[in-house]
Every structure is written in C-alpha cells, then in structure tokens.
C-alpha cells in the first residue's frame, strides 16, 4: 500500500509552503506527493517561483511528484495555466477538472479527487484514455470503492484517507464575503487561516471549515482503521490531505500501522495527539452521513459529539 | 405589457373569526360523512395519485385550517378521513395553513414550496410524506366542486354551483395562479 | 428565438408547461436515475411514453435527465433508464456521467446527447472534450459563469449552450457538492437528492420554526421571516468573522432582466429550473418568460408582474450573471 500526500488546500505563506515539502522531501515516508495551487488561481503566482525548487527536491528524495490542476477552470487566464500545465515534461498531471484532459489526449496522467468517477464505467473510460492513478472522489462507499479498484487492475486506486474532506468548490469566495471584500480585491484574507476557518451551526456545533472558494469538512477524515479492508478491495494507495499540523509524523504514523509496527487502536490514538482537537469521520466510506466516525469494522456508528465552543 | 397570467401576489384569504367562532358547535359528524364520501371517490377515481404515495400510503396526516375551529385526520389506504376539535398525538406529519391554502394546495392552484417560503403552510413531522402526498396531489389535478358534487347523484349540479360558489368566495376567483 | 426549456416533476405538470407556451419539457424516471429523485415526483415508463407522445403531439419537445451518476455495480439500471428513454422517443438526453456518455454514444449514436449541468462543464476546453468525444449538441452551463464568460464560451463552442434563467441557486458548482451527503449520508451525484426531505425536520419554538438537516441546525426563521429550502448552502451559521448567512441568503434566480444579454451573448436556450414544483409554479413561471421572450423579440418594453411569491426567501438574485456576485 502506498502512501500519497495530496496538495496543500489551504493559503499558506510561501516560504512556509516551500519548507513544507522541503522537509516531506527530506522526512515523510510517502512514495507521492501532489503539488501545486489546486483552490485559488489567484493564490498560484506566490507558489509558481518555488515549484521548481520543490519539486527537484522531492523526486531527488525519490518521491514521484504529481502537479495538480485546478478544481474549477472559467477564467481564460486559468485555462491558460491549465494547458500550461498539461504540456510540463518530467512530472504526471493530476486532472482536477475534466479541462485538462483534451490538452493531455491520452498521454499517462492522474486523477485527483476532484473529478467525478463513480463507477467501474466511468474508471475504465479514464484508464482506456491515459489514466494511471485515480484519487476516488472522498464520498464514495467501501462498495463502490472495492467495485471500481477491481474493475482497473493496472490502475493505481487511491482513496481520500486523512485530512478534512474537500466537500464543495464555488465562483464565490466565502472567505471575502465574510471580510466583506470583493473576490478581485480580496487581499488575500484566506491566509489568516492556515488550516481554514471554522463554521458553527446556530446550535454552536463545529460543522464545517471555509478556505476561500472551497468548503471543507469541520471533521478530519482518517481511514487509519479501515487501512485493511481497504487493502482487501484492491486500493493501492491512501491519501493523505495536509493540514496545519506536522505532516511527517502524520505520515510515519499510516506508515507504522501498515507495516504492522503499530496497531490500528495505537496508531489512532498517536494521529489524535497530533492533530488535537478535530474529530475523526469515516461515515462516507460505510454509506453514512460523512461527518460520523466508526471504530474498526465491527464497531457501531458514533456521531460526533457537538462541541461547545466560546459563543 | 400586461400579463394577466403572473402571479397574483397577496395571501388568500382567511376565514373571519366570528365566522369560525358561530361554526365551533357545529356537529362534526355530517361533516365527516361527506368528506369521507369524497375522499372515497377520489380514491376510486385516482389510482395513480395513490401509486405516487409510495411507501408513504400508510402514513397519518393531520391537516389543521388555522381558521376552522375543527381539524382533519386522513388516511390515504385504506382511505379514511375524521373531523376532529384537536389534532390526536401520534401522527406521521402535521400540516396547517388557511383553509382557503389548503383547498388551493388540493386542487394545485397554489405552489406548495411557495406556500412554505412565505410562511402560509407549516409543515411538522414526516417532511417526506408530506412531499409525497403533495407530489401526487399535483399530479392528479383534483377539482373538489365535481367530486364533492357527483356525490349527490341528480342534485350533484347544483350542489356542484354551491360550491363553487363557495370556491370562489374564499379563494377569490383564483389562486396563486390564475389562468 | 431562443428556446424555452421547462421543467416537468409529473404529466400534469407537464401538461401545464406546454399550455403556458414551453418549446421543450425535461423530465426524468422516477427513481436514482435522475436527480430530482424526491417521493411522489417524477415519471413512470408508461408516463414518459405517453408524455412524449402527447408532447410531440403539440409541437413540444422532450428532453429526459438522467443525470445522477451510476451507482457501482448496477450501471445496468442507468443503462436501462437510457435505452428506455430513447425508445420512448426522447428528443435528447441530459447526462452527466462520462461513462453513461460513452454507453449512449456507442449504442444509441444516433440520439441527441446534452451535457447536463451536473457535469460541471464550466469552459470552452471542457466542452470541446465532451463535444468531441461524444458527439454532445448541447451544454447546461453551471451557474458560476458572469454573462461575459458565457458569450466567450458560446463564441468558441462548437456546442450549443442553455443557463438557467430562474429557480432554485446552487451556489456551489454543481455536481461537485458533497454538503448534503456529509449531513445526510445522501447526495445529489448518488442519489439525486439535495437535502432530502427524509433528513429535513421543523420544530416550532419560541423563537420561530427551525430547520435542521441531518440533526445539524440550519436555520431559524421568526414567525412571518420569509423562509426558503432546508439547503446547506443557504443556512445561517456563525463563524469568528462573522455569522449570518454565510453562503448566500434564501434567494432565487431570477435572470428576466438578463435575456437581452444572453441573446447577444449567443445562447440558444433558456432553462427554468423546478422539477420538484407544483402545476401553479410551472404554469406562472413559464407564461412568465413566454411573454417575456416575445417583448424581446417584439422589441416593446416588458412590463412583468413579478415571481417573487415563487421564490426562495421571497427574494430574487442575478447570481453568478453578476461578476459581484462572486
């Protein structure tokens, strides 16, 4: 089982992301790693002069790097970048959005989590047209996940296994809306938020998590112990979505559990010391509401407990 | 331009409470008869309306007129109705809105969505059923004047008039869409 | 003149919108196939049939959604839901899922083919892609594109493109939103549901009715406060910068003001959104625009009574239309 580090979701100063992989090159036990401004083509230009650098460094440390394509393309500044993209040599794409896929026309790329594929169809149309990784999308259950990774054997299947779960892109950006600034003047405001902003219910319930244009789970996803059954239905690889927390050890931690250094229940608990404070969900994967976590494969259903935070 | 097709915006109607306070003693029992009859006739009459309840055939809806001192309990299968003074605890779903929106609801002359955006309906308990019942409602285009009045069997026409009549008092000529 | 494309959740509805003028109808099955997929809504074999013939009858045209995305291992019953649609005489099919793309385009190569809006198809490459490998005549644009991206898409698309003009705002891009299942363990791409109504409660309370999806509060609406769909994107909710609606508030779209600029900007047709609507929706909102598209063809000026008891929160929006929207 592989392990892959998906792109950083959230707007982080420069230099902080360029030693963030710096050290993945240098620490983390994952075999690939996704880079690249994925949310927000506005963010991308403070990233694009340290890609390079990035990006040696990782393949150097033997990593297989995979440069991401942005989730929603309208802008013709973004298509541009889209097909720029499509046309790098020396590093796979993963598709994001289906815009990418006529500049590739069939040469080896992969999908990221982002592009809807739901069944063994609509996999089996990617693999026949170049696809060589497929990240399912995070809302689909263990069933159709096990139907699927059967279904393209020469494919490698990964799934969404830790990080809170990317759940919907918009033109609109939320995080200047609450700043009350308009999206071309937006000053950037996401950046306050290294690991996005947190939204309550009216009932104080932590729900959801706010990154720019995109929204994501308030819930981390963590298939830390579902990593066997996973393993059982052909998944070759999970993947590992950076949160503002320490990613290297997040890494050892999936690394040990599937080598069999440490148990599911050890590892857990190690994951829950490191990223403190976020609950677990895996409710997607066991075709229940997504924010609900279940212990190992016999254990039953728990909801998250509401959390009160300071009103 | 003039669209005489848009829709008319305003609520419907309510009954006055003076009204409804002289229609408190009324015997519910005749009531209750001839709404059962009619039920019992649009289920003869309209199969289909209770295919599309689905699962939620079983279901008991109470229907509440916020400005009728009486209630209505109902049955889709097998079809029942009763008139009540109070809605009964353990019902599936409970809906209240004027009667004038309830009559409109039930011949489809108003939206329903819109009756709940502009706070006209309340809807409690199933939701789903409710859709359900509303869904199929629509569908099966309803006109209470000709199920009500082919009770009456010669005096139907007539009856049929009256109520009309009535129809049109207290809904106006139309509903939320006037054709 | 551009095309007016309305929405039909059961025959009668459908009947409704020929009366008021529709140049096309769509509609789907009734079951996961399509995603209006709510109790009581939608059109058996037998009604779809019947319904296309009876629309063909009157110069109208059917367009059948089949629009969720096949479910593993039971592709067949999408596949079925395809077959029977094109035998029912459907004047296109509105599909979102790649897969299904290329079922229908292998065996039914003759059949008209539409990108639905749940493909999220959002620029000229990603159209081309679906009109290139599948031969698609139309594309549903998502409703995050302003007026001026949809005339430079139009101008550089080989495809045919239909917006949406009024209704229900998906204010995230469509087909890509994972909110409801995350509350409700049901979405809009498996199930065809967006906030489903088995998830949905209202509570009475001192303070006004509350929502909830899922066991989640969404909103609170005192007595007479407008209210609007049990979605998440529309809900009230607090953050440290702010609460309120943080999303967008309770709107509808309402594009009437726009259709001049949607004929300049080339597209071909217009599309009113509501399957899950009532007959008294259907007839108005459709009348509505049918007068409106002749005003515009006439040139006079429109004088329109407004659609504001049909929309959410009372209220109407330009949305994306409008750059500022974003």
């Known amino acids: ?87 790098v040599e020396g590093a796979m794409v993963e598709v994001n959005d289906l815009t990418c896929l006529r500049a590739l026309a069939g040469r080896p790329h992969a999908i990221g989590p982002f592009v809807n594929i739901y069944n063994e169809a609509s996999a089996a149309f990617h693999a026949a047209h170049g696809a060589k990784r497929i990240c399912l999308p995070p809302e689909l259950p263990l069933a159709s996940v ?30 200047a809306r609450l700043h009350k600034l308009a999206k071309d003047n937006c000053r950037f405001v996401c950046e306050k938020d290294p690991d996005g902003l947190l939204l309550n219910t009216l009932e104080q319930q932590d729900f959801l998590t706010i990154n720019g244009v995109q929204t994501l789970s308030h819930t981390c996803a963590n298939l830390l112990g579902d990593a066997g059954i996973l393993r059982e239905s052909k998944v070759g ?9 320490d990613m290297v050890e997040i890494a050892r931690i999936f690394r040990d559990v599937l080598d069999g250094r440490d148990d599911a229940d050890g590892g857990n608990r190690r994951l829950a010391a490191v990223y403190a404070g976020v609950p677990f969900s895996n409710g997607f994967l066991w075709a229940e509401p997504g924010h609900l976590y279940r212990r190992g494969r016999s254990g039953d259903m728990q909801s998250v407990a509401p959390q009160i935070g300071p009103v | 331009m003039n669209d005489p097709s848009a829709a008319s915006p305003g609520p419907l109607p309510t009954i006055p409470p003076l009204v409804a306070l002289a229609m408190r003693p009324l015997p519910l029992l005749p009531l209750q008869l001839v709404l059962g009859g009619v039920l019992q006739r649009i289920h003869r009459r309209n199969p289909a309306l209770f295919d599309r309840l689905g699962p939620h055939a079983r279901a008991r809806f109470g229907i509440r007129p916020i400005d009728l001192p009486f209630a209505f ?59 359900a019942l509303r869904n199929a409602i629509d569908d099966a285009q309803l006109d209470l004047a000709a199920e009500a009045s082919s009770l009456f069997g010669p005096l139907g026409v007539p009856v049929r008039r009256a109520f009309e009549a009535a129809r049109g008092h207290v809904i106006g000529s139309s509903g939320q869409a006037s054709s | 003149m551009m095309e007016l494309i309305c929405p039909a959740g059961t025959p009668a509805a459908l009947r409704s919108a020929i009366d008021a003028g529709a140049d096309a109808i769509y509609c789907g099955f009734n079951d996961e196939t399509n995603a ?115 005339a430079e898409i139009t101008r550089e698309s080989a495809c045919e493109t239909e917006v949406f003009v009024f209704g229900g705002l998906c204010v995230m891009a469509e087909g890509r939103c994972s909110l409801s299942s995350y509350a409700t363990g049901k979405s809009p791409n498996m199930q065809g549901v967006c906030s489903p109504p088995s998830h949905v409660t209202y509570e009475q309370t001192a303070d006004g009715t509350k929502s909830s999806l899922g066991g989640f509060a969404i909103n609170r ?61 259907v007839e108005s909102v459709v009348r509505h625009f049918r007068h409106a598209l002749a005003a515009l063809e006439s040139g006079s000026e429109t004088d329109i009574a407004s659609l504001k008891p049909f929309t959410e929160g009372q209220a109407s929006t330009l949305g994306a239309y409008r750059k500022t929207w974003r």
Request: charged content about 25%; hydrophobic content about 45%; aromatic content about 8%.
């Open chain 1, 146 to 175: 096990a139907t699927i990774a059967k279904a393209i054997p020469d494919v490698t299947t990964e799934v969404f296994a830790f990080g809170r779960v990317p759940l919907a892109i918009s033109a609109r950006c939320y995080h």
């Open chain 2, 73 to 131: 309990v109902v049955e889709a299968t097998p079809p029942r109705l009763s008139v009540v003074r109070d809605l009964p605890p353990g019902l599936d779903a409970r809906i209240s809105a004027s009667f004038a929106n309830l009559l409109a609801l039930l011949e489809g002359r108003v939206d329903g969505d819109a009756l709940m955006f502009s706070r006209e309906l309340v809807i409690e308990g199933d939701v789903e059923a409710v859709l």
């Open chain 1, 237 to 245: 690889s999970l993947r590992l979505s950076p949160q503002d927390c």
């Open chain 1, 1 to 87: 089982m592989q392990l892959s580090l998906g792109p950083v979701l959230y707007n982080w100063a420069p230099e902080r992301w360029r030693d963030f992989y710096f050290r993945i090159a240098d620490e983390a036990p994952v075999d690939v790693v996704s880079v690249g401004e994925i949310v927000c083509s506005k963010r991308s230009p403070f990233f694009a002069d340290h890609i390079p650098a990035v990006v040696e460094r990782l393949q150097s440390a033997g990593k297989q790097v995979l440069l991401g394509s942005l989730i929603l393309v309208s802008l013709r500044r973004e298509r541009r970048q889209t097909e720029e993209l499509a046309a």
């Open chain 3, 36 to 150: 209006r997929n709510f109790p009581g809504l939608n059109f058996s074999r037998d009604e779809m049939r019947k319904s296309i013939a009876l629309a063909h009858g009157r110069g109208a045209r059917v367009l059948v959604a089949i629009n969720t995305f096949p479910r593993a291992s039971a592709v067949e019953l999408w596949h079925r839901a395809v077959d029977d649609a094109v035998s029912a005489g459907a004047d296109a099919l509105i599909l979102a899922d790649i897969g299904l793309m290329d079922y229908t385009a292998r065996r039914h190569p003759n059949q008209r083919l539409h990108v639905s809006v749940q493909a999220a198809a959002a620029n000229p490459d990603a159209i081309a892609f679906y009109a290139e490998t599948f031969g698609a005549k139309r594309v549903v644009l998502p409703r995050v594109l302003s007026v001026p991206e949809i």
């Open chain 3, 221 to 281: 609406f005192a007595v007479s406060e407008p209210a609007g769909y049990p979605t998440l994107c529309k809900g009230r909710f607090s953050t440290a910068q702010g609460a309120g609606y943080i999303f967008e508030d309770p709107v509808s779209l309402d594009a009437t003001t726009l259709l001049r600029g949607m004929r300049n900007a080339g597209v071909t047709a217009l599309k009113i959104e509501g399957r899950q609507r009532g007959r008294a929706y």
